[in-house]
């Protein structure tokens, strides 16, 4: 479904005239719109990990470097993103404080583990890692949108644009924050959106099987959080 289906779908219920032209309108309402479809867009990305978005990066270590440059889709990282290391064979930690990081530079300690932050726009990671080594992470793109000849792109910018997530989304999305922007009443229209979001949400990184009682001798690779039976009243 393109972006001028989505629109032609909100007008619909917004009670605005079907629209034959979105990007490359002049009218007020379609320009407000143009807009709006690239700002719900980077609301509902930034809503979830989206399964779609997510790209696995690999570092390569030379034995020299300890910055790396971010990938150029690079959006943010994945909310429990971690960087595993090849060498230590576990997750490195992250450290959010500059003066951490700084400690590292200068004190002369012996470590058990490797240690990554973000600034100046690139990845540092610490100790340098030797030629061979690695570390993997999973990062969110911003490249939110399917353009006709399915390259992909930051935002809407012709008609024939499509939105690489839930489309049906985008135009509930659409719908209630113009009637919001508008003073109109909104909130039911909220509330659908939200609901859809939510089933969107859980559907998303696929089964969810709940695993009860204690596995066979042979079996392998699930973990069973709790070994216990779900009972209830019939």
């Known amino acids: 479904m393109s972006i001028l289906d989505v629109v032609k779908g909100a007008a619909t219920v917004l009670g605005m005239e079907v629209p034959t032209l979105v990007y490359g309108a002049t009218g007020r309402e379609m320009v407000e719109m143009q807009e709006l479809a690239n700002v719900m867009a980077s609301e509902i990305a930034d809503a979830h990990d989206w399964q779609k978005l997510l790209v696995l990066k690999t570092l390569a270590g030379d034995g020299v470097s300890d910055a790396f440059d971010m990938p150029t ?3 943010r990282m994945q909310k429990t993103s971690s960087l595993w290391s090849s ?5 490195t930690e992250h450290l959010t404080s500059p003066d951490q990081w700084l400690e590292l530079q200068v004190t002369p300690i012996a470590t058990v583990n490797a240690y990554w932050i973000i600034f100046g726009d690139q990845f540092h990671q610490w100790p340098v890692m030797a030629s061979g080594e690695t570390v993997k992470f999973f990062y969110v793109s911003n490249q939110l949108v399917a353009a006709s000849d399915t390259s992909k792109k930051t935002m809407f910018t012709e008609d024939a644009d499509s939105f690489r997530l839930s489309e049906e989304l985008l135009k509930k999305a659409i719908i209630y924050r113009w009637k919001q922007n508008k003073g109109q009443a909104y909130e039911q229209d909220l509330d659908d959106y939200q609901d859809l979001l939510l089933r ?8 969810k ?9 042979s079996w392998r690779g699930r973990r069973v959080a709790w070994p216990g039976t779900v009972t209830g009243a019939a």
Request: glycine share 12%; proline share 12%; hydrophobic share 30%.
């Open 87 to 91: 060498r230590w064979q576990w997750a």
């Open 73 to 75: 889709d690079f959006r």
């Open 200 to 207: 969107r949400i859980d559907s998303d990184g696929g089964s």
């Open 209 to 217: 099987p709940v695993v009860s009682g204690q596995p066979p001798v």
